[in-house]
């Protein structure tokens, strides 16, 4: 009786819970008892699951804090964890039961300080730079004057109106504006598809592409400015094959975008004044040129017209240059004929020495001699062609076997195929001449119309003529008994006998300055 009565030993009537009603109280206590808070602490391991979610680990001196943001919460952070950043997180403890672990979900990242950013900022540089991002060889020229420029930046702010109204003042442009945020999560990734969308552009479409480009933003602290930070903006702008210029922030204010792009203006205004230059300057600057290349071309025929006159007075006057050798000429012609009877008169004497020697006798002898000469070898001619004519039988005969008619015939062939080529091509290069002389003779024919008088009457001219010459003077016209004018459509008369038409007639073609 005494064991039924005694007291139980000391814990042996506590309730008994199973695990998972002790992890899930746990957690429940961590969510009611926390709620959603902001921690700080420097980023530990970062890993990437292959579901997309992200766990890392938030430290400082003495303890580690276990954070995960699950995949759709990693495109809605401003600022992705990385290991060494100093950050402050905001989310909800919770707990996990399978491993009786604790961790933060984490759906919002900003960087710890000014003095963070700027330390993740140079890091940043300094692994762009050694990428040769910010390399000036790789930045392009601006154009001079840009047709289409186009301008990403917020529609709503005086940014636009600023830069719009400093394009009107100077050099009125088409002006393409791509609205995106200039601030928060949203701007990095807006800007940079506002740079690829405006390079995606086909020149000369429906939506022309613009031939400049200019990144806009006001003036803002460090960290309304860090989406122009980001580095997919700046690969965008690097990646740009448009002209890009930043204008973010104020003069002192710098981003990455301003050491990728070709061009960086301290204002958005002074962006609006690179891009386009003062129309009234540019008109008054090409009336200088013009002013100048009129003056140069003037002075160079000046001095072009004082050379040659220079040179003309150093040459000799016509007469002079003409002077000795019309004296040769008269001194040649009064000595000609009496040099031409000379000769003749020797010639006549050597004429008369040789008919001298010329006898009917001695040319008889000479006569007999070649005839008797002849006789003497036309007696051996004929025995001598007989034996040559035998000799060259017997080797005709002897070659005679070997002689057939195919090669001849062959050879034959092949020598009548290029006489019919080369007859071919005569008659075809004949009958290219002879097209290419009726053409040029047209040509002429058509020019000989054009340049005849008939077609300066067909402009409003008329021939006017008088007792059959034309007349070119009033004292002519008033010398005449009758006047006959010739227009394009026919001819009439004016004069005592009255004002008739003239009949067609083939009348000579009047002399220049004769068409009134």
């Not at 109204?165 to 995106?180: E, G, I, N, Q, T």
């Not at 949203?186 to 552009?201: K, Q, S």
């Not at 690179?274 to 129309?279: G, S």
């Not at 002689?403 to 009958?431: C, F, M, N, W, Y």
């Amino acid at each position: 009786m005494s064991d039924l009565i005694d007291d139980p030993r000391p814990g042996q009537n506590l309730p008994e819970y199973s695990v998972s009603e002790v992890s899930g109280a746990v957690k429940k206590t961590l969510e009611n008892e926390f709620g959603r808070i902001r921690v700080r602490g420097e980023v530990g391991r970062v890993f990437t699951a292959r579901s997309g979610h992200l766990y890392y680990d938030v430290k400082d001196d003495r303890s580690v804090l276990a954070c995960t943001t699950w995949k759709g919460q990693v495109s809605q952070l401003s600022v992705v964890p990385k290991e060494g950043l100093e950050v402050v997180v905001t989310g909800r403890m919770t707990a996990f039961g399978g491993q009786s672990k604790y961790n933060l979900n984490v759906d919002e990242v900003t960087v710890a300080g000014e003095g963070a950013l700027m330390a993740m900022l140079e890091k940043r540089k300094k692994a762009l730079a050694a990428e040769g991002l910010f390399d000036p060889a790789r930045k392009k020229e601006l154009p001079y004057l840009p047709d289409i420029i186009g301008v990403i930046t917020s529609p709503s702010g005086a940014v636009i109106r600023d830069i719009l109204h400093r394009l009107r003042d100077r050099f009125p442009r088409k002006v393409l504006v791509w609205p995106v945020a200039v601030q928060g999560a949203a701007c990095a990734p807006e800007v940079a598809r506002a740079i690829a969308g405006f390079n995606a552009l086909s020149p000369g479409g429906a939506l022309p592409r613009p031939d400049l480009l200019i990144v806009a933003r006001g003036g803002g602290s460090i960290e309304d400015l860090w989406g122009f930070n980001e580095e997919i903006v700046a690969r965008a702008a690097a990646a740009s094959e448009i002209p890009l210029i930043s204008a973010v922030g104020h003069e002192t204010d710098t981003t990455l975008i301003d050491f990728v792009s070709d061009q960086r203006a301290p204002t958005p205004t002074a962006a609006a004044e690179i891009a386009v230059p003062v129309r009234l300057e540019l008109l008054g600057w090409v009336g200088d040129q013009q002013a100048r290349m009129t003056r140069a071309v003037l002075q160079r025929m000046q001095t072009r017209d004082q050379r040659l006159r220079d040179l003309a007075r150093a040459l000799p006057r016509p007469d002079s240059l003409l002077s000795g050798p019309s004296q040769r000429l008269d001194l040649m012609s009064d000595r000609l004929p009496r040099a031409l009877i000379r000769s003749v008169d020797l010639r006549r004497g050597r004429l008369i020495e040789a008919s001298a020697s010329l006898r009917p006798s001695l040319l008889g002898r000479g006569l007999a001699e070649q005839r008797r000469r002849f006789d003497q070898s036309s007696g051996r001619l004929a025995p001598g062609l007989a034996r040559v004519v035998d000799t060259k039988r017997e080797a005709l005969a002897r070659r005679a076997d070997r002689l057939t008619l195919k090669p001849i015939e062959r050879d034959l062939a092949a020598k009548r195929d290029r006489l019919d080529a080369v007859a071919h091509r005569l008659s075809k290069a004949g009958q290219a001449q002879v097209r290419d002389w009726q053409s040029r003779l047209s040509a002429l024919d058509r020019l000989r119309e054009t340049l005849g008088y008939k077609e300066t009457l067909k402009r409003g001219y008329a021939v006017v003529r008088g007792d059959g010459d034309v007349v070119t003077s009033k004292a002519k016209a008033g010398k005449a008994s009758a006047l006959e004018i010739e227009f394009a459509d026919g001819r009439m008369t004016v004069g005592a006998a009255g004002t008739r038409p003239a009949p067609k007639s083939k009348a000579k073609p009047p002399e220049q300055g004769s068409l009134f």
